[in-house]
C-alpha cells in the first residue's frame, strides 16, 4: 500500500466522525435521549460538584448557545439536570445533573463503551490512544478550543452523587 494522502486522510477522518457519531446515536436513541444531551450529562459527571455554567458545558460539547439552551431545556424538562442561580453571578446560571441524569448517563455511556469496545478489538489500544490524543489537541487548537488532549474519564464508582 502506498503511503496516504492528506486528501484521503481527511476524507477519512471526516467519514470516521460521521460513523461514530452514528454509532453514539443509534444508542443514545435506544435510551430514549440525544448525542447532544448525553454530552451535557457527560460534562457535568466529569465536574467535581457535577455542575457548571452554562458557558462552560457550551464549550466542552462544542454547541452553540442557542442549541445548548434548547438541549438544557429538554434535559431540564425530563428531570435530567436542574438550573439555578449562580451564587457568584446575580445574573448566570448553573447547571446540576439529577440522579436521573446520572441513571441516564452510566446506562448509555456503559452501552456507548461496550459498542466502541466491539468495534474496536484487536486495535492496539495504547497506540490508538497516542493518535487520538494527537488528533484531539490538534483539531482543539486549530479551531481555538482548550484542550481535552490529557482528559481522562471519572470511573463511575467515584463520581459525586447528587
Given at each position: ?17 460521521r460513523l ?83 441513571d441516564?448517563?452510566?446506562r ?55
Amino acid at each position: 500500500m502506498s503511503p496516504p494522502d492528506l486528501t484521503t486522510l481527511t476524507l477519512l477522518l471526516g467519514r470516521l466522525g460521521r460513523l461514530n457519531e452514528l454509532l453514539v446515536n443509534s444508542i443514545c436513541a435506544e435510551h430514549g435521549t440525544s448525542a447532544a444531551e448525553l454530552r451535557v450529562l457527560l460534562f457535568l459527571t466529569q465536574q467535581p460538584t457535577g455542575a457548571a455554567s452554562p458557558r462552560h458545558v457550551a464549550r466542552f460539547v462544542v454547541q452553540t448557545t442557542g442549541g445548548l439552551t434548547a438541549t438544557l431545556g429538554r434535559l431540564e424538562t425530563a428531570g435530567l439536570v436542574e438550573r439555578r442561580p449562580d451564587p457568584n453571578d446575580g445574573r448566570g446560571k448553573i447547571v446540576s445533573i439529577t440522579a436521573a441524569g446520572r441513571d441516564l448517563h452510566d446506562r448509555a455511556l456503559d452501552s456507548i463503551v461496550a459498542r466502541t469496545g466491539e468495534t474496536i478489538r484487536g486495535i492496539d489500544l495504547t497506540q490508538l490512544d497516542l493518535v487520538v490524543r494527537s488528533l484531539v489537541g490538534s483539531f482543539e487548537r486549530s479551531v481555538g478550543l482548550p484542550s481535552t488532549r490529557d482528559f481522562v474519564a471519572v470511573p463511575t464508582e467515584s463520581r459525586i452523587t447528587a
